[in-house]
């Protein structure tokens, strides 16, 4: 089985004969006669049976001693679309080992994020695996600089150390070892226009098909004054990152979603990335959902004529549950008006940010043009993404509020009912005192019964949380009005209980069944 700790050969290698862009990011071919190891869809010829062995994460074909191919670049492949589902140890420590957590905070840091001992950590990653959670992170820190080096100015001693190396020795041994040349070469071959310092462009793999207007309506009727905004068919918004805060634009196109980032700290690059490819569900298998999902007779034509839609996620936890518990019982029109006045009243509070200089953030969406908000102090500019103007010149967004700022909003600022209020603040409580973990390696099990125990919180926001925070694949709502709606326009049932029940035959991809009930309805 592909997942697990032994893959199976024949499948493999049918996958690499035929070069099946499905399979990317599932596994690596190591080629022992050439040294290298590659992704299944590589273009070269496929090596012989003798020569090849698979590995089921690329630090495991590095610490075999094979260098990553030039050709297919499989370090930009997209990610195995388990670490999505699984909600157990491994899936958790993967999505954050992607988010950079080693990096910050060591494995220590890693293992007492997900409760266990850090000797028992790394023998679960190395069953599973090939490699502990070190060779794990110095393969995603291998990426990270490569990106660097082809895409910024920097000199390559800063980037060794933005990209989280201890060293500038340890650097180039790392660059060496996995890519075969040393940084400076990789620098001779880049390919790039930069828009200035701390800008990015890069581009980010997905499994076809992806069915992008799908994404872009769902992101652009959610959408909040200096915080996101959809226009000319990219998506951008503000982060709120480890080191500082950032923003992004992403255009869905061929193949790939250019993305344009602007950090004021590039060792925030990893989970930036991360987040961006979590927000856009990047990583997902569609083929695999499509295929369940069309065994329904009642979703099969929806399925047909729209391939590949997904269940557009979150960059920040906390900010899905805001807007989950503001939604409760509302239209997402009046449910955008009260989250506006709760920003516009942060703005007003808010001290200058946090380098003295207070700044203005404008908006460009016709929707709330009069809303000038400084939202977590970033004013952020953008450049056309590779390929072209991407139409994002002079946009200028910033990240949802922390936790903290929220809870030093007056009541006043909460244009909702009392019990939505303090329920956002009682959020807001946990999640600063790390009794509540939103992110995406966040127990999924311990984050529904904490917020069980939140009044206000019931069955709809939990779940709602689940499926965009957490990125949950398997989430159902059956009171869910619009997925009623769209239940009744497929001539599904439209009770909860009868709709509960039958929706059990789209496991385990309910949250994507839900995703299509939503725009049936």
């Known amino acids: 089985m592909i997942g697990g700790v032994e893959l199976d050969f024949e499948r493999c290698y049918r996958a690499v004969d035929s070069r099946d862009q499905r399979f990317d990011g599932w596994f690596y071919t190591g080629v022992t006669s050439t040294g290298i190891y590659c992704r299944p869809s590589c273009p070269a010829v496929t090596p012989k049976r003798h020569n090849v062995r698979f590995f089921p994460s690329a630090a495991a074909a590095q610490g075999a001693g094979l260098r990553a191919c030039r050709r297919c670049r499989p370090d930009v492949s997209p990610g195995s679309p388990q670490w999505d589902v699984r909600a157990d140890v491994v899936g958790r420590a993967m999505r954050l080992i992607a988010d950079g957590v080693v990096d910050r905070d060591g494995v220590p840091g890693l293992a007492a994020r997900l409760g266990y001992t850090e000797r028992h950590l790394h023998r679960m990653l190395r069953a599973e695996l090939g490699a502990g959670p070190l060779a794990l992170a110095r393969a995603q820190r291998a990426q990270t600089a490569r990106t660097l080096i082809e895409s910024t100015e920097l000199g390559l001693a800063e980037i060794a150390f933005a990209a989280g190396f201890g060293s500038v020795r340890q650097f180039n041994d790392t660059i060496r070892e996995v890519y075969g040349v040393p940084p400076s070469q990789l620098r001779a071959r880049r390919r790039t226009a930069l828009g200035g310092s701390g800008t990015i462009t890069l581009r980010l793999a997905y499994r076809p098909p992806l069915h992008a207007p799908a994404l872009l309506e769902f992101l652009a009727l959610r959408t909040l004054p200096g915080v996101d905004e959809v226009r000319d068919g990219t998506y951008r918004r503000g982060l709120r990152l480890p080191h500082g805060t950032g923003a992004v634009a992403l255009t869905p196109a061929d193949g790939h979603v250019a993305a344009t980032l602007r950090l004021t700290d590039l060792r925030d690059l990893a989970p930036a990335v991360a987040r961006c490819r979590h927000l856009l569900d990047l990583d997902a298998d569609p083929v695999a959902v499509d295929q369940t999902l069309s065994a329904d007779p009642a979703l099969a034509a929806a399925v047909a004529a729209e391939p590949g839609v997904r269940v557009p996620h979150a960059v920040d936890g906390f900010e899905m549950a805001v807007r989950a ?146 990125g949950d694949p398997d989430v159902f709502m059956p009171t869910d009005l619009a997925v009623r709606r769209g239940a009744a326009a497929l001539g599904l049932p439209d009770s909860p209980a009868a709709l509960d029940e039958y929706a059990t035959r789209w496991r385990p991809w309910r949250s994507y069944a839900v995703v299509r009930l939503w725009r049936a309805a």
């Open 325 to 470: 518990i503001t939604t409760q019982q509302v239209s997402l029109t009046s449910a955008r008006t009260t989250l506006t006045h709760l920003l516009t009243t942060l703005h007003a509070l808010r001290t200058p940010a946090r380098d003295g200089v207070d700044q203005e953030v404008c908006v460009g969406d016709g929707a709330q043009e009069d809303a000038n908000l400084l939202i977590n102090g970033a004013e952020e500019d953008f450049v056309g993404a590779e390929g072209g103007s991407s139409g994002v010149e002079g946009v200028r967004v910033g990240g949802f509020p922390a936790a903290e700022e929220v809870l030093g909003v007056p009541d006043e600022g909460f244009r909702m009912p009392v019990g939505r209020r303090e329920a956002i603040r009682a959020v807001a409580r946990a999640v600063v005192a790390g009794e509540l973990d939103l992110e995406v390696g966040g127990e999924r099990g311990e984050v529904a019964r904490r917020l069980a125990q939140v009044p206000g919180v019931g069955p709809w926001t939990s779940g709602y949380i689940a499926m965009r925070a957490l």
